[in-house]
């Protein structure tokens, strides 16, 4: 950018946009929020990891989503009845907080809309509207503009879309994005009747019995049950998303067993493309004379639920944007760099590797008893636990352990036959 920004209008106050309008108020910036105030009653992205706890008190609200979440310990990885992994967030001691929580959305939403207002942001009720500025710009319509008058009429300095998965600015310049390979579908509702799973708020992640995975996230005075799988093998299953689910669950053997009393309590969301990323984040209009625009949160780019970083993500590209505001190619590069790192982990879990790779240590563990298995088991769950609590995700010695670790440390076990289809 050419200018010093001082004034940004950003457009959707979901967490990455209350974020980043609260982090530039703070800042001294002068902030517009452009919203309507709705909302889908469930919103994928309850479970969180303890990266995002320090962004909760930056922010001053910890105590706040303390009230309205349920305090996770950790994450278990479970495999029909057999075999399981168990990630304790006690294992990030030092690193990061040893704790997350899971989200009853919108109400956790809220939080961050609340804490804007709090601190000054100025707001304008209103699904804004935005329209080409040239070739490569992004300008607020002239009826949106208008419903601001503190702007005087001008155009903010800088726009942010901030529309989650609507891509406002994507879809207005038809910007294309890169899929990923995965064609996958996920279903999910809120039951009752569930048999909890020690310890309280653990979160299940489970490989079904024939094809995908599901999802297990404790919510106060509910379960968010959630099964994810091929488009094609979803619509075998039943003509709408209730008879999908509830089939899903009836065939799977750990999800039956654990919800035989169960009780939906409420809609069954569907949610689609879990992996895109734009192919620009930022852009202008030609020498800087209208408006800068940047995107932010899942309008830039958004991961596989599997692992849960898709709100950390929102919430630090919110951070990141703030930190280099007058240089969206920095902002730009640490995001890709995130998210690339991020999908390659989970790529580890998609494709069998992660769990081959704990089945050998069972298996030296058991041959081999003593010290050395005993530390080689604690400093890989470690290791494991700290990149997928966002602590070192991109950092370059764990990555290369691990693709390592991939290649030669695989003894007994077969990838491929614990790999998620």
């Excluded at 457009?11 to 982090?23: D, N, V, Y």
């Excluded at 399981?84 to 040893?98: A, M, Q, R």
């Excluded at 689609?272 to 004379?289: I, K, P």
């Excluded at 089945?359 to 494991?384: A, V």
Aim: charged share 25%; with cysteine.
């Amino acid at each position: 950018m050419k200018k010093k920004i001082q004034t940004v209008g950003v457009i959707g106050s979901g967490p990455s946009g209350a974020t980043l309008a609260s982090l530039l108020q703070m800042k001294g910036v002068d902030v517009t929020l452009f919203d309507d105030g709705r909302r889908p009653d469930l919103i994928v992205g309850e479970s969180l990891i303890p990266a995002i706890v320090p962004v909760l008190r930056k922010l001053g609200i910890e105590e706040r989503v303390a009230e309205v979440c349920q305090f996770k310990p950790g994450v278990s990885f479970t495999f029909g009845r057999e075999y399981e992994i168990d990630f304790c967030f006690e294992s990030v001691k030092g690193v990061l907080p040893t704790y997350a929580y899971n989200s009853p959305r919108p109400a956790f939403d809220r939080l961050f809309d609340e804490r804007a207002e709090e601190l000054g942001v100025k707001r304008v009720k209103t699904r804004a509207k935005v329209e080409r500025d040239g070739a490569d710009g992004i300008r607020l319509a002239e009826e949106t503009l208008t419903e601001a008058p503190w702007l005087n009429g001008r155009q903010p300095d800088l726009l942010v879309d901030s529309t989650g998965r609507s891509r406002l600015f994507a879809r207005t310049l038809e910007i294309p994005a890169q899929l990923g390979s995965r064609k996958d579908v996920a279903y999910f509702a809120h039951y009752e009747g569930f048999v909890a799973r020690p310890p309280v708020g653990q979160v299940v992640i489970g490989r079904l019995d024939h094809a995908g995975w599901s999802w297990r996230i404790p919510l106060p005075g509910r379960l968010s049950v959630g099964v994810v799988m091929n488009k094609d093998e979803a619509a075998q299953l039943g003509s709408t998303p209730e008879e999908r689910l509830e089939a899903a669950i009836a065939r799977d053997s750990q999800l039956c067993d654990a919800g035989r009393a169960r009780r939906r309590l409420t809609d069954v969301a569907v949610y689609t493309n879990y992996q895109l990323v734009s192919d620009r984040g930022f852009g202008g209009a030609e020498g800087g004379a209208g408006p800068g625009w940047v995107m932010t949160g899942d309008a830039f780019g958004f991961v596989d639920p599997m692992l849960s970083p898709g709100l950390w993500l929102a919430l630090h590209s919110a951070e990141v944007l703030s930190e280099n505001l007058d240089n969206l190619p920095a902002y730009e590069r640490e995001m890709r760099k995130l998210i690339k790192a991020w999908m390659e982990l989970i790529q580890y879990f998609y494709d069998g590797k992660m769990f081959a790779m704990y089945q050998t240590g069972t298996h030296f563990e058991r041959e081999y008893p003593g010290k050395i298995s005993d530390g080689m088991k604690w400093y890989f769950n470690r290791l494991i636990a700290s990149m997928a609590s966002g602590a070192t995700t991109t950092a370059a010695y764990p990555r290369a352990v691990l693709k390592f670790m991939s290649r030669h440390g695989i003894w007994k076990s077969d990838p491929l036959a614990l790999a998620i289809r």
